[in-house]
Nanobody, 120 residues
């Protein structure tokens, strides 16, 4: 199982970016999917999560600006980031709790990270 993230880049303050993360491999089901971020010298922090049924959870710092969504048929999670601020600059990691077989339990997998840089 692999998670492949894409969509990072550089943008000016107030701009927008859309991140995507596709899970591939032997997948029976995916529970929660989410995005986390880690800035240099800081701990990794939760940005947003979404359940298979579509229930979402956001960090207070991104509420009203970021939107998480998923396409269960494509095993893909998205993060639409609007009104970006310099403090949003970070490496963004996607995460998914994946069940590989009907008799298995879910395990957490991480994508490789994608850099988001917001300039003032």
């Amino acid at each position: 199982v692999q998670l492949q993230a894409s969509g990072g880049g550089s943008v000016q303050s107030g701009g927008s970016l859309r991140l995507s993360c596709a899970a591939t491999g032997s997948i029976f089901n995916i529970n929660v999917m989410g995005w986390y971020r880690q800035a240099p010298g800081k701990q990794r922090e939760l940005v947003a999560t979404i359940t298979r049924g579509g229930s979402t959870n956001y960090a207070d710092s991104v509420k009203g600006r970021f939107t998480i969504s998923r396409d269960n048929a494509k095993n893909t999670v998205y993060l639409q980031m609007n009104s970006l601020k310099p403090e949003d600059s970070s490496v963004y990691y996607c995460n998914a709790n994946i069940i590989k077989s009907w008799y298995d339990v879910g395990y957490d997998y991480w994508g490789q990270g994608t850099q988001v840089t917001v300039s003032s």
